[in-house]
């Protein structure tokens, strides 16, 4: 039987800060290290073996994974990344403040371009120090695709046809996938699995650092309710993430 196993990156060093960050390239912080050795150790506690990691191309998530296969004793297995599993890109609210954005523009706007499903936030300059544009890392990716700001509905656009090409293929084999990406990311990929409507997906939150298991049929539908390997750290982390930009 197919087992998905999502793993939201520890938490970052912009996380920490309270900064919009999407597709800039952070590291995790002295807290997200831990909490991507607890993930690792939850997976080995729970029998849990993943047999293929799939991550974004940004470092949170590649150190996540790292961390938490080791402590799994995992290390070893096959990688594939893809920037198609990004966060979803802020767009000019990157490297921005969210509690600073918050008081500036009003609940209204700042909860719209965080949580609406199809309202990006402003488009980013080529020329801001937060732009991806000459990135290395996406050389190979068409410049007409790569993102300068995203809704999550533009997320899902993007996401699923790796879903359905790649991730599909090695699920459907029988394996025991490992996906270490971001809260959006996972978000617009646990709304395709469950169904979840556009309205309802804004209540949606994934916490940093729990793995999310999907034990999945033939046709790659949930066999039974999805669950975390530590429930009551993922709600009070649900909570955690559903307060940011308040402080």
Known sequence: MPKLVLVRHGQSEWNEKNLFTGWVDVRLSAIGEKEAARAGQLLKEKNVHPDILYTSKLSRAIQTANIALSEADRLWIPVKRSWRLNERHYGALQGKDKA?????????????????????????????????????????????????????????DRLLPYWQDVIAKDLLDGKTVMVAAHGNSLRALVKHLEGISDADIAKLNIPTGIPLVFELDENLKPSKPSYYLDPEAAAAGAAAVANQGKK
Do not use: C, H, M
């Not at 965080?114 to 996406?138: A, G, H, L, M, T």
């Open 100 to 156: 600073e954005t918050l008081e500036k523009y009003g609940e209204e706007k700042f909860t719209t371009w965080r949580r609406s499903f199809d309202v990006p936030p402003p488009v980013i300059e080529d020329d801001s120090k937060f732009s991806q544009k000459n990135d290395v890392r996406y050389r190979d990716v068409d410049p007409n695709v790569l993102p300068q700001t995203e809704s999550l509905a533009l997320v899902i």
